[in-house]
């Protein structure tokens, strides 16, 4: 039988999924849709592990542990989980300084060449095929206006 605990987050995640998209169902469709487009999935997953929970008979039986790093030194997991990190923060920094129309090419470009180690020219191109989707889905097809990054800000450039 699952744990309370787990009915318990599986109903507050269907509140929450639920509450986003009442919200947002009075908003204009563009500042709508990408709640509605989450919280709907969301919302049907919750419930449906809500329900399953409930009628699930017997013991779950024995789950296995999941470990991706279990072989490796601990200075190794270290390294590669503040590794991931500090790309995660120069992401959100990268967003701040130069907004969101700069920020995703640059970070796909130095992610690919420094943690990738890859050449100069399948960097650019997945940094030029990133942008041209970034641009096509978001400025062109939803026009969706991104604030400018606080350099550009500052430069008056915005």
């Not at 990408?34 to 999935?41: E, R, S």
């Not at 129309?101 to 420094?114: S, T």
């Not at 989707?133 to 400025?139: E, G």
């Given at each position: 039988m699952p744990s309370a605990a787990s009915r318990i987050l599986g109903i507050a995640i269907m509140l929450a999924a639920g509450a986003a998209v009442v919200i947002a169902w009075r908003w204009p469709w563009k500042a709508a849709l990408?709640?509605?487009?989450?919280?709907?999935?969301?919302?049907c997953m919750a419930a449906a592990e809500v329900v399953w929970g409930l009628f699930r008979s017997g013991p779950r039986g024995d789950v296995p542990d999941f470990q991706l790093s279990a072989h490796l030194p601990g200075a190794t997991v270290i390294r590669r989980t503040l590794a991931a990190v500090a790309w995660m923060l120069a992401f959100f920094a990268a967003i701040a300084l130069l907004g969101f129309?700069?920020?995703?090419?640059?970070?796909?470009?130095?992610?690919?060449?420094?943690a990738g180690r890859e050449g100069w020219g399948l960097s650019?191109?997945?940094?030029?095929?990133?942008?041209?989707?970034?641009?096509?889905?978001?400025?062109?097809?939803?026009?969706?206006?991104?604030p400018a990054g606080w350099i550009q800000g500052a430069l008056g450039l915005a």
């Open positions: 990408f709640p509605i487009a989450i919280g709907i999935p969301v919302f129309p700069i920020a995703v090419p640059l970070l796909v470009f130095c992610y690919v060449k420094l650019l191109g997945l940094a030029a095929v990133v942008w041209a989707v970034f641009y096509a889905v978001f400025d062109r097809l939803l026009h969706l206006p991104f």
